[in-house]
């Protein structure tokens, strides 16, 4: 394993390494950065459109939007470490392609239902889970392709803060856009646009002409099962990779059941218009923007551990604002704006620091598995936030609810405190 400096002492800080050149010379990142942006805005219309769609057209049960947003989440915890093997045996391009190509289809096919008047809750439930296959098929490609973009270790945190900056600004652009075009065409029509957006992906992925290096052909006797147990040990076998993968889907399970009560809770209880709502998500994700546009120079400028410590302080803490806000509608739905942009900001700065020490630690034929094994840990959180959560909800009530996540999640602060990963003192050395 790598070895990784933790606790006090001296260091070298990466401000202070013989500069290179810049991303912004590099046209096949910045292809790929530009088609990624367009389709994270798309992709922000699909996340509020969905569970809009089931509460609006089919009156759904805080467990049916639970469930909905479980389904799209779950094929994270199923396939995501078979999809890393695969990704590490393919070209990774390739595999982004099929996935892109496949969501723009299943998103159209919302719409052209809706038209023609066979959408119904089942239906939308199976797309939405399939929509999450392709997912994760796609994230696990493109976290695995962009070293091979970038090629120098030391641009990583750029590059990841780049892409942080533009997965931020879809986020405050995002929900805005959404509650606008389902307020003014249905929540089923406006996913055109996300279907667009992925048609706009897939011609920048054919744009970009890096040749990937040729995978590495397994050697005898070798299996599925095999291939991804030896990813699974390089993560949990590392000192700092496994406190990420331990910590990590408790992080997400906060915010997606959070997220998934909270819109049951804004129609039902609080009386706010999908315009609305849009608007209280696209207000409180300018915290993400702004943790993405300082985490590369906060990094620099201070101890990495401290940054990632606080960071996720922030993602657990945030949710108290949303389940204690109380007073006039004016001031509960600041706080609300309050709560997000909390967890937003932690998320941008601590989801840099997460990558570039994952991209950092890791040899390249062992990418796709370390990125799969991530994606399975942490959406296999999140999926089972989204299907607790509205089992929370409907138990306990929308606003009591709240209150039960909230407080778990701050409680996670206790475990974080102490993780070898808060101690650490800047990113390592590249692996071999």
Known sequence: MTATAIGPGPQTRPAERPPTARLRHNRDFLKFWSGETLSLL????????????AVIAFDATPEQVG???????????????????????????????????????????????????????????????????????????????????????EHYVEANQKLGVTASTADVA???????????????????????????????????????????????????????????????????????????????????????????????????????????????????????AVSGRVVRRFRLGPVYAVSMAAIFASPLLVAFADGPKPVRTALFVGSFFIGYLGLAVAGVVMVSLRQTLTPQPLMGRMNAAFRTLLFGGGSLGGLLGGVIGGALGLRRGLVAIAVGSALMLVPLALSPVSRLRALPPPAA
């Open 42 to 53: 798309g992709s922000q219309v699909t996340t509020l459109a969905l569970p809009l769609t």
């Open 174 to 292: 995002g929900p805005g856009l959404a509650g606008l075009l389902i307020g003014a065409l249905t929540a089923p029509v406006a996913l055109v646009a996300d279907a667009f957006s992925y048609l706009v992906s897939l011609l920048t992925l054919l744009w970009i002409r890096t040749p990937e290096p040729r995978p590495e052909p397994p050697a005898a006797g070798r299996h599925l099962g095999r291939e991804l147990a030896e990813g699974l040990r390089w993560v949990f076998g590392d000192r700092v990779l496994r406190p990420l993968a331990l910590l990590g889907p408790f992080c997400n399970f906060s915010m997606v059941s959070v997220w998934t009560v909270f819109v049951l809770y804004a129609v039902r209880d609080q009386g706010l218009t999908p315009t609305w709502i849009g608007v209280v998500f696209s207000a409180s994700s300018v915290g993400g923007l702004v943790g993405a």
């Open 67 to 153: 469930l909905l947003r479980f389904l799209q989440l779950v094929p994270y915890l199923g396939l995501a470490l078979v999809f890393g093997v695969l990704v590490d045996r393919m070209p990774r391009r390739r595999a982004m392609l099929l996935a892109n190509g496949a969501r723009m289809v299943l998103v159209g096919l919302v719409p052209l239902l809706a038209a023609t008047h066979r959408l119904t809750l089942p239906v939308l439930l199976a797309l939405a889970c399939a929509i999450g296959v392709f997912s994760v098929l796609f994230d696990v490609g493109w976290m695995s392709f962009v070293p091979t973009l970038v090629k120098d270790p």
